[in-house]
């Protein structure tokens, strides 16, 4: 029996991942840190019970994250908590580099003050920057971090501090970047459940002007598959890409969710792109493959139709949530006006 620390756990990968783990090791002790912003919600680990043990606290508040530790003697920490929405850190910066950067330092420290027997990160492809659309360029695990947008910043300013409290104080880490998630519970701020539900509704789905910049795609039971596996195999110290090797362009994206739902492709609406809208990502995933042997198990098409049809069935679910994020795509004079 092992006891891990979850962070972030209200939120969707979290959720799934702590979901995951129960499956794999039901007899594990599992603590479900989220500070319960406005994309988490209790809802995504009420059907648990009391399999996990839930507490409402900040990555960053070091003593509670000290308390617990102790307290439920944890060997594993896997940090998922993180502010993530690229639209609302070009409005509000400040908020993603107290959260992402020094919450990450703070959790560390606490880690670090109990010794942990390993501390994961999970982190996004966005570090790098972005990669021109007609490049055969992919970012390894030794490419440089260029971050062109807040989040971005935010995010590789914690990746820096994870490896910094391992070269440093000796602290096992690992680290994951992930391609874009996609799947069941994923707020609907971000584009795949934005666009279905908005279709579901009637409503126009807001295409950004560079319709053709793309991303690369994950289900994100297979990046909790991927989690584990580096939590249980990878090597202290090291980075580990995640990724299907799989890309979809918005307008792409914005059709396959319509025509999963039967619904005409006029409902598509052109809006301005915001500020630093990066052009592709595209990560080389040979190395958790080759050393590691996790392999992507679902088929984008077929994860796509599932995801929409879920939305589609589970409207009490998210109905309530619509309204909660604080950006609306289409306007970006206030990220001019700071």
Known sequence: MTSILVTGAAGFIGSHFVRHWLRRYPDDTVVA????????????????????????GDIGDEALVRKLLAEHRTEKVVNFAAESHNSLAVLDPGRFFRANVLGTQGLLEACRAVGVERFHHISTCEVYGDLALDSDEVFTET???RPRTPYNASKAGADHVVRAYHETYGLPVTITNCANNYGS????EKVIPLFTTRALDGRRLPVYASSGNRR??????????????????????????VGTGVEASVDELADLVL??????RSLKETVPDRPGHDRRYLLDSSRIRRELGWEPRIPFAAGIRETVRWYADHRSWWLPLIGRSPVVENDWSAAGSR
């Open 259 to 264: 025509d999963e739902l039967g619904l005409p």
């Open 33 to 56: 840190l989220d500070a319960l912003t406005y994309a988490g919600s209790l809802s995504n680990l009420e059907d648990l019970g009391d399999r996990v043990i839930f507490v409402q």
């Open 185 to 188: 519970h994923q707020f609907p």
């Open 143 to 145: 490419s440089p971090y």
């Open 216 to 241: 690369e795609w994950i289900h994100v039971l297979d990046h909790c598959a991927a989690v584990e596996t580096v939590l249980l195999k990878g090597t202290p110290g090291e980075i580990y890409h």
